[in-house]
């Protein structure tokens, strides 16, 4: 019973890390999800000097990646669970306050102007967003008009419950569901793929109308 409740502890670390084991759990995503930060963003035509914002910056990796995309840009990093900013802060404390701004900041609330950012990523972590609705609106307010969101998820089959059953409140979406609320929210859904292993990036832009066409690539 120890062991179980302690295994089950450690995966609710995914969704609001903290302490020793919550660090441990940033240090694994930075490494593990790697691969996946790369593939999706591959999929965005990164201009050198874009500003964009992370939400859910987890443990700070995606910021250093989004730096070498838009090398003479702002990145900035926002993230609810205090564990992750500072792991991010550490991890990026020689560009911290340059072109590299990290804040604690729930996706439903972010504290930013209105079109503030040419795009903003969301790399595993729109599964613990509350009121997903909301968030992307806010995704919205502060993308400038025709800015680019990205969503990576390496889970997004809902009909696989092998992650939702170990974490509390995690949602998994599938292409269709995420494009639903991002149509409602006023975006326009350009790419949705999956990797030969699954997992989904998905590219929207802001549209000044909701969007009605999503384009389905192949494996990549």
């Not at 968030?135 to 809902?158: H, N, T």
């Not at 419950?161 to 409602?184: F, K």
Request: charged share 25%; aromatic share 10%; with cysteine.
């Amino acid at each position: 019973m120890k062991k179980n409740g302690f295994i089950s502890s450690l995966w609710q670390q995914t969704r609001r890390p903290s302490g020793f084991w919550g660090r441990c759990m940033l240090l694994g995503m930075n490494v593990g999800h790697a691969a996946l930060a790369r593939w999706a963003c591959r999929a965005v035509g990164w201009q050198p000097g874009w500003r964009v914002l992370d939400v859910g910056c987890g443990g700070g990796a995606n910021l250093a990646r989004l730096l070498r995309c838009c090398p003479s840009g702002q990145v900035y990093g926002v993230d609810f669970a205090p564990e992750s900013v500072a792991f991010s802060r550490r991890k990026m404390r020689a560009r911290l306050g340059k072109d590299c701004f990290v804040e604690q900041a729930a996706a439903a609330s972010l504290p930013f102007a209105a079109d503030t950012f040419d795009a903003v990523t969301a790399f595993e972590t729109v599964y613990f967003w509350d009121a997903p609705q909301r968030c992307f609106e806010e995704v919205r307010r502060v993308l400038k008009l025709g800015g680019i969101f990205l969503i990576s998820c390496e889970a997004a089959d809902p009909s696989d419950d092998t992650w939702t059953r170990r974490v509390a409140g995690m949602h998994v979406y599938g292409p269709v569901e995420l494009t639903s609320l991002l149509t409602e929210a006023g975006f326009a859904v350009e790419r949705a793929d999956r990797d030969r292993r699954g997992a989904l990036r998905l590219v929207a832009r802001k549209a000044q109308q909701p969007g009605k066409e999503v384009s389905h690539g192949s494996h990549q």
